[in-house]
């Protein structure tokens, strides 16, 4: 019997090995125009796929990475990320091309690190782990309470992370678990808790005993509209039970009748006004922050590029432009270049700057073990250790030589094709 299924699984199931080269999205670059340029008929490709499918080429992000696999100016497949979970993926097949949007092969590392400061801290951890965005992170995190100006040659950084991985690539944030620092034979160690707060204790690096207020600036996201009835919902990720394919929703659908005005969610300045294929007449608003507001299938614009906007202010009027099977409007949510669910926005107010006015009390100790929750004791002397330890920490691939990615394309019983990557 197991040999039967086996025997299935390998007839439906194939796997094709490319060779991709890591590359940025250009600045001003359509997904249009970037199959122009290998000499793709584009009108010819945009008229064969689905006509859904197209508003997701416009959700390509400039200086955001892509694969490529490419030779002479000939183009054989490319994976695009698109938003946290997805990507799109082209192929070359035959004479023509092959198109679908699949899941991204996310892979999480979780390490720990120790440097003894050689030249700095950036410098010493990127030089450890070729990661250097682990350095400005764990700054975040203890900026408040520790000058890492001050390390000198021979102090100790020791951090607890996880990073997610596509590709051998370090994708999103990381996240930062824990920080030991030891300066001087003095102290200081922070942890996130369960409510995604970091602790600080500390036993002498800083003696803090002013307060510090943080000022928070806040803006406030209003509805589009004055009646909201969603008819589609936001998702990274969802495998359509008819169409056999994976297909993401970057943003919620709300019906309302031709005209009906759309206002802006938030105060802002627009940076966008005009057509993009697939979402009709668009108008983008930056909010600050890194996030920013976009509104399709208008069938008119009320405002102009560089213009300032305030909530509730009237900025266009619903309409079925684009790709669009009546009238709605679709509104994205982006958050540092990537789409967010705007139902955790709408009607809520998001903080989106802070500054710092005093200095924070931070909890002095003189004994760690007795203050430290058990759990985070067994990480506070981890970390402790973990320079007294020949350990080799993880270490990120520059990738500056091609990469061999798989790609697996398998049948169901109605022939329906489906596609992923590892």
């Known amino acids: 019997m197991k040999r039967t299924i086996l025997l299935i699984i390998l007839l439906t199931a194939t796997i094709f090995a490319e060779q991709f080269k890591l590359k940025y999205w250009p600045k001003n670059l359509n997904f249009f125009d970037y199959l122009t340029k290998f000499h793709i008929d584009s009108t010819k490709f945009y008229s064969k796929i689905d006509p859904n ?119 999103g944030e990381p996240k930062i678990n824990a920080v030991y620092i030891q300066s001087r034979n003095k102290e200081l160690f922070t942890y996130l808790d369960k409510n995604n707060s970091y602790k600080v204790f500390t036993n002498g690096i800083q003696t803090i005993k002013t307060k510090k207020i943080i000022k928070t600036h806040y803006i406030r996201f209003y509805n589009p509209l004055d009646k909201m009835k969603i008819t589609s919902t936001f998702t990274y990720k969802r495998w359509h039970p008819i169409l056999h394919r994976y297909r993401p929703h970057l943003g919620i659908d709300l019906r309302g009748k031709v005209g009906t005005p759309i206002k802006a969610v938030a105060d802002g300045k627009v940076i966008f006004a005009g057509w993009i294929r697939g979402y009709g007449r668009v108008t983008k608003i930056s909010h600050g922050g890194g996030l920013v507001s976009l509104y399709a299938h208008q069938s008119r614009i009320f ?85 007294n330890k020949d350990i080799t920490p993880y270490r990120w691939e520059n990738i500056t030589k091609p990469i061999e990615i798989n790609i697996k394309e398998s049948e169901n019983n109605d022939n329906k094709s489906k596609i992923s990557s590892n």
């Open 303 to 387: 405002v102009k590029k560089e213009q300032s906007v305030k909530a509730g202010q009237k900025i266009g009027a619903i309409g079925s432009t684009g790709i669009s099977t009546g009238p709605h409007l679709h509104l994205g949510i982006y958050k540092n270049h990537k789409a967010v669910n705007p139902l955790r926005y709408l009607g809520k107010q998001v903080a989106i700057e802070s500054s710092i006015t005093y200095k924070k009390i931070v909890k002095n100790v003189n004994n760690f073990e007795k203050e430290l929750p058990n759990d985070k004791k067994l990480v506070y002397n981890s970390l402790k250790n973990l320079s």
């Open 53 to 171: 499918d197209i508003k997701f080429l416009s959700e390509i992000m400039a200086g955001e990475p892509y694969f490529e696999d490419s030779k002479n100016g000939k183009l054989k497949a490319v994976l695009i990320p698109l938003g946290e979970k997805m990507q799109i993926y082209l192929k070359k097949d035959g004479n023509d091309y092959k198109f679908d949007i699949i899941p991204l092969n996310i892979k999480t590392i979780h390490d720990k690190v120790a440097i003894k400061i050689e030249s700095n801290c950036y410098n010493d951890l990127k030089k450890a782990t070729n990661n250097g965005s682990l350095a400005t992170y764990i700054k975040r995190v203890a900026k408040d309470t520790f000058d890492f100006k001050t390390l000198q040659k021979g102090d100790i950084v020791a951090i607890d992370y996880e990073q997610n991985s596509i590709y051998g690539l370090a994708w």
